[in-house]
T-cell receptor
Framework: DAGVTQSPTHLIKTRGQQVTLRCSPKSGHDTVSWYQQALGQGPQFIFQYYEEEERQRGNFPDRFSGHQFPNYSSELNVNALLLGDSALYLC?????????????FGPGTRLTVL | KQEVTQIPAALSVPEGENLVLNCSFTDSAIYNLQWFRQDPGKGLTSLLLIQSSQREQTSGRLNASLDKSSGRSTLYIAASQPGDSATYLCAVWYSNSGYALNFGKGTSLLVTP
């Protein structure tokens, strides 16, 4: 079992550009959540996808969007990048219902915006 | 606002010591609480998950307790080792926060040989 995988590992972009991050959930999991972790901070919830729909969204602007595919993998897209978008982006997967299971996190994608 | 607070922010102990990390939360209506470990620049590794109906969980040298009435959880690490050096994050799943985990800022632990 490969666990949760994310790509790419690192990414460097300039302000105004757009970026796409990818996540494959742990085998048997159908729910994917995305978190942003700024340096020295705890992860902040961006949104969660289930059955190819955004089920819940955190306090992030519309520049942040996502998608879930039929195989449960997911993408996070960020448009019009700002310096403040520099962070570690974490993907987490879980099974449904989630209350009895831990969320499994991937290794993250480190995004640097110059 | 539902918050999670971790104290201390940083901790340095000599190898072999027992230590306690603290987590406090603002609402007793929770589904569960998790403790994670994060190595520098890496993802999160789940250490212990405590359901709302439970008081504690144990895994090896780790023991986590949960007191909903006081809004507190502690992570006890016995006989600390240099390999325990990492950031420890507490995450609370509040009952009225939908599906989002609410994280503290973490405690950075350094265990010196």
């Amino acid at each position: 079992d490969a666990g949760v995988t994310q790509s790419p590992t690192h990414l460097i972009k300039t302000r105004g550009q757009q970026v796409t991050l990818r996540c494959s959930p742990k085998s048997g999991h159908d729910t994917v959540s995305w978190y942003q972790q700024a340096l020295g901070q705890g992860p902040q919830f961006i949104f969660q996808y289930y059955e190819e729909e955004e089920r819940q969204r955190g306090n992030f602007p519309d520049r942040f969007s996502g998608h879930q595919f039929p195989n449960y993998s997911s993408e996070l897209n960020v448009n019009a990048l700002l310096l403040g978008d520099s962070a570690l982006y974490l993907c987490a997967s879980s099974a449904t219902p989630p209350s009895t299971d831990t969320q499994y996190f991937g290794p993250g994608t480190r995004l640097t915006v110059l | 606002k539902q918050e999670v607070t971790q104290i201390p922010a940083a901790l340095s102990v000599p190898e072999g010591e027992n230590l306690v990390l603290n987590c406090s939360f603002t609402d007793s209506a929770i589904y569960n609480l998790q403790w994670f470990r994060q190595d520098p620049g890496k993802g999160l590794t789940s250490l212990l998950l405590i359901q709302s109906s439970q008081r504690e969980q144990t895994s090896g040298r780790l023991n986590a307790s949960l007191d909903k009435s006081s809004g507190r959880s502690t992570l006890y690490i016995a006989a600390s080792q240099p390999g325990d050096s990492a950031t420890y994050l507490c995450a609370v799943w509040y009952s009225n926060s939908g599906y989002a985990l609410n994280f503290g800022k973490g405690t950075s632990l350094l265990v010196t040989p």
